[in-house]
DNA sequence: CAACATTGTGAGCAATTATTCAGGTCCTGC
DNA sequence: GCAGGACCTGAATAATTGCTCACAATGTTG
């Protein structure tokens, strides 16, 4: 409840395999509860409960609730990061645009899962150093290797690949998001494309030509 | 008793002027408080505490915390809809990229009053009805000025301007929440610039020598 | 001013819930 | 087979909080 920040490491380390089992049905149980009930009537109580566990058990994995949240949220993280530099070490399309396009669908289908977990996930989870860290850093990798894709390519002709990466980056994120969120209202597909050719030509046509040429 | 969910609509319509001050002081009150201390710890009667009346009076107005959020969310939203419409009402720019700019800068301004509120909002606001609608209409006339705009100008390119003008209006918006939500670690000048030059170059550059091919 | 309506008060109720703890059961090493 | 630790149990606790209600104060109307 309140913001007292307890550590969120778990109590006592898993000797046993039992033990391990044990968090387990706790993380999976707890994704399943937050997704079902959302984060204030996800209780403690019914985690413990669809894991089959008691609820003294779950305290002496996790201090709080908040820490089983935390665990969640980290997980998918390094879910997401593996998958990404899964996609990076196969061998990438030749066109630009289907990298872009590439890189999109990555970013729906990282999301795609469990959009109601996502979505307790991004509005509950406390901005532990922990975590901001983590996120920090995962997307400064993405950055890292759009911008050095970016200078790779002849056919861009951004000026700061720095900023252009980020905007990339960002904007995937975002729209996917957003796509997820809000599945009925759009069609898909065509925004799908748009996006693509969006980016697409951001990248590579330069600077405007156009008559008025004041910076 | 009423039916099974509570209404959001106030229990009493205010006759006296001391009513409508009082009503106007909790959602004042309620602003602040909720931005302090977020939802979960903003309680009923710290707002009250902090608009200095009565608990009760708070519940006289107001059924429930949540209707006091939904308030403060339309608020929101009708004050960004308006400034919109002032914008739009004044003279446009010459060149299209100026426009852009003009828009971007509007979604910017109406977030960059009180951050730590919008996140609330953003994240404890129940999706009720009421609400739904408000946003999506709100959304869809943006959409449609967007897309007017778009089939007016000669130098846009893009065939499927309904998608376009979703895009561009999502784009605008969700990166304008981004760069308030991290304002330290993004150069905002050269942010706004680039996603300026994105949109830009994605509406005047026609599709590319490629396969799409729907009018 | 009297009768009535509107508005304001705040102690306390009812319900919920995160968390504890005293005491069990299970496992492992000797 | 037996000690001692690891693991598990779940009723009970302590604390919080949304919200009600019986009553008081203030305004309005005739």
Redesign the interface.
């Known amino acids: ?3 007292g920040h307890r550590g969120l490491q778990p109590r006592k380390q898993p000797r046993q395999a039992r033990a391990e089992l044990t968090r387990q049905r706790i993380l999976t149980a707890a994704a399943h509860v937050f997704a079902e009930h959302g984060y ?1 009537a996800g209780t403690t109580n019914r985690i413990a409960e669809r894991a089959r566990i008691s609820i003294g058990s779950l305290y002496q994995y996790y201090p709080n609730k908040d820490a089983i949240l935390v665990e969640l949220v980290i997980r998918h993280l390094d879910e997401g990061a593996s998958a990404v530099a899964r996609s990076q070490d196969g061998e990438l399309p030749d066109s630009l ?1 289907e990298i872009i396009r590439m890189f999109v669908r990555a970013a729906i289908d990282n999301h795609l899962d469990d959009p109601q977990l996502l979505r307790v996930m ?3 989870a406390p901005l532990v150093p922990e975590l901001l860290q983590r996120i ?1 850093r995962h997307e400064q990798e993405r950055v890292a290797y759009t911008r050095e894709l970016l200078e790779r390519r002849p056919e861009v002709k ?1 000026g ?1 690949t720095e ?2 990466a ?2 990339v980056v ?2 995937i994120e ?2 996917a ?2 796509l997820i969120a809000a599945p009925d ?3 898909l597909h ?2 799908e ?3 693509v ?6 990248l590579t ?1 330069g ?2 030509p ?1 008559d ?1 040429a004041q910076p």
């Open positions: 409840m309140t913001s204030a645009e991004a509005e509950h920090s951004v700061d900023t252009a980020r905007l960002s904007t975002l729209l998001h957003k209202s759009i069609d065509r925004f494309n748009e996006l050719a969006m980016l697409t030509r951001y046509h600077a405007e156009s008025n």
